[in-house]
């Protein structure tokens, strides 16, 4: 044997010989596994080493990805630095990888950031027995239509505080214009402690740090970690800080959460739980009793359950309130058409009930165009394929990152005609709602990830936006026309309006007396 190695070996004609049939297996071998990989592979733009297609997403992140995709196609790859991301930019596609192949698609990618700030939760957490567990919770004792029935009055409170709170600001301002984004989102904050503490979060004085929390985790949930982008490098996360940054902030989170629930604890003991199903806090110790339910609610998964509602509920309920303001001062028409219809309904009371609300169809058809052309979430919120499946002749491998670019599907031709116009009246007489079964209008996502406070937020939106056009009339600030109002979105991955929206509101002293 030893001999035949030497003779092999040893001849220069042999040695070439084998040379040039390894370099042709060599070959053969890789442009095989090369086209068997990538030639069904959803197209992808020109990249870079390294940084991938990153320098061609700018600081609107699904409006960059929406122009790709009309030359890419509505399936196509994106690499962000060294991982590529799967794009649904179509209604088709969407329905095929979130109805066609929704279990397949039905987890979260795991993300550093989530893993510290989130751990234990359901929204970014992995598809299985403890989302599973958590997701019926939520729907069943959160979030259930019988839920947001018990939670009316406590909306109806909150939506009270907003108006006296415009009116005081109205009355300092002496006519001058004041800043509504502050106060929408003051209301979308306190909408979620008051669901969350109850009645006492007032008195707990907690709503302002909830607030400044809230809006860490959105700077730190709603931007690509760099170990996200750059798995090679994620030893370096440590030295450069983000990750430093989720520790801390969880630290402070955990201390917030523990107070708060430690209150509710002693205040259950004293056997004061005067509201004790209309807060999400003790329906959540409730049910960490029940010898049903105890083994899988652990306190990191309840301090997990309350964050989510936060992180998801605050910022997107305010977004929408915002846009659909900005829109009806922008298009008088429709401001006019819309008060006509709340006023009709509601003759003789100070604010517009729950139950009025449900008898104003144009006011719904509003909120739903305001979410298909300001979607809060427009890449709603990312997943991840559990195993490889095929969309549309494409392969999709095992393990890739998905996100679906609702802001650019909203905008589809083929489903919206004049798709960048604001026209409410395209809802009216349409079956086509945010459920999740029509793929031209998932605002709140489909499928078995679907957002569970959809109700919840629809209910709220509709109440606070009848309540404010309904008290007030409203005007843009002095010299402004509607041409100059700014509706330019703020630079991230939800689509905050840029400008502060700063209108005046004028009292309508025939409700007022
Ligand atoms: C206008 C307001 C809202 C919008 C547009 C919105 C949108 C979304 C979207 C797009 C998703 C991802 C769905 C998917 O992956 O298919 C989501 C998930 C979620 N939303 Fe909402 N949301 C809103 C309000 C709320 C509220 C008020 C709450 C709770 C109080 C909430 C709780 C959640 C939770 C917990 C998830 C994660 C669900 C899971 O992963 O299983 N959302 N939302």
Redesign the pocket.
């Known amino acids: 044997m030893k001999l035949l190695t030497n003779l092999i070996f040893d001849s220069p004609a042999v040695s070439i010989f084998l040379a040039v049939v390894s370099l042709f297996l060599l070959y053969t071998f890789t442009k095989k596994n090369y086209s068997r990989n990538n030639t069904h592979l959803p197209p992808h733009p020109p990249k870079l080493p390294f940084v991938g297609n990153l320098l061609q997403i700018g600081s609107l992140p699904h409006q960059s990805l929406n122009f790709l995709s009309l030359k890419y196609g509505p399936l196509m790859l994106v690499y962000l630095g060294e991982t590529p991301y799967l794009i649904v930019s179509s209604s088709d596609m969407a329905e095929a990888a ?1 109805r066609t192949y929704d279990l397949t698609f039905a987890t ?1 990618p795991p993300s550093v950031a989530s893993e510290i700030l989130l751990a234990g939760d ?4 992995p598809y299985g027995n403890i ?1 599973r567990q958590m ?1 019926k919770i ?1 729907t069943t004792h959160l ?1 259930s239509s019988k839920n947001i029935l018990t939670y009316k009055t406590m909306k109806e409170e909150e939506i009270r505080y907003m108006m006296q709170e415009v009116k005081n600001q109205a009355c300092l301002s002496n006519g001058v214009a004041i800043d509504m984004s502050k106060i929408l989102y003051s209301f979308a904050n306190n909408i ?1 402690c008051r ?1 969350v503490s109850g009645k006492f979060f007032r008195d707990e004085g907690k709503s302002d740090l909830f607030r400044e929390l809230i809006e860490e985790n959105v700077a730190i949930l709603g931007a690509f970690s760099f170990s996200d982008l750059f798995p090679s490098l994620a030893c370096l996360e440590g030295i450069l800080g983000p990750n430093g940054k989720s520790k801390k902030h969880k630290i402070r989170w955990d201390k917030l959460l523990d107070e708060v629930i430690e209150l509710h604890i002693q205040r259950r003991e004293c056997g004061d739980d005067g509201d004790i199903h209309e807060n999400f806090v003790d329906v959540l110790l409730s049910l960490q009793k029940d010898p049903e339910m105890c083994s899988h609610l652990s306190m990191e998964n309840v301090k997990g359950l309350l964050m ?2 936060f992180a ?2 605050t910022d ?2 305010y ?2 309130l915002e846009w659909a303001m900005a829109e009806l001062l922008k298009n008088p028409n429709i401001m006019t058409k819309l008060q006509y219809e709340v006023r009709r309904i509601v003759r003789q009371n100070k604010i517009v009930t729950s139950k009025e609300v449900t008898e104003m169809p144009y006011l719904q058809a509003v909120i739903k165009e305001t ?1 298909r052309l300001h ?3 427009p890449l ?2 990312p ?1 991840q394929s559990m195993e490889e499946c095929n969309i549309n002749g494409y392969i999709i491998p095992k393990g890739i990152r998905v996100l ?1 670019n ?1 802001w650019a599907i909203g905008r589809e031709i083929k489903s919206w005609e004049t798709p960048y116009e604001f026209k409410p009246e395209r809802f009216i007489g349409s079956e086509v709602d945010y459920k999740g079964t029509d793929f031209q209008f ?13 109700n ?3 209910s ?2 509709e109440l606070a936006l009848a309540n404010l056009i309904y008290q007030f009339d409203w005007e843009l600030p002095c010299g402004m026309t509607v041409d100059d109002f700014d509706m330019k979105e703020a630079p991230g991955f939800n689509t905050r309006k840029k400008e502060a929206l700063r209108l005046i509101p004028k009292y309508r002293t025939s409700i007022h007396g």
């Open positions: 979130m979260r359901m929204a970014f957490g989302w997701r939520s979030l979620i669901n989510d509602m998801a509920g997107t309920t977004i929408a979410l979607p809060p979430s709603l919120l997943r679906v609702f998932i605002p709140f996502g489909a499928g078995r990830r679907i957002c569970p406070g959809m919840f937020a629809s709220t939106v």
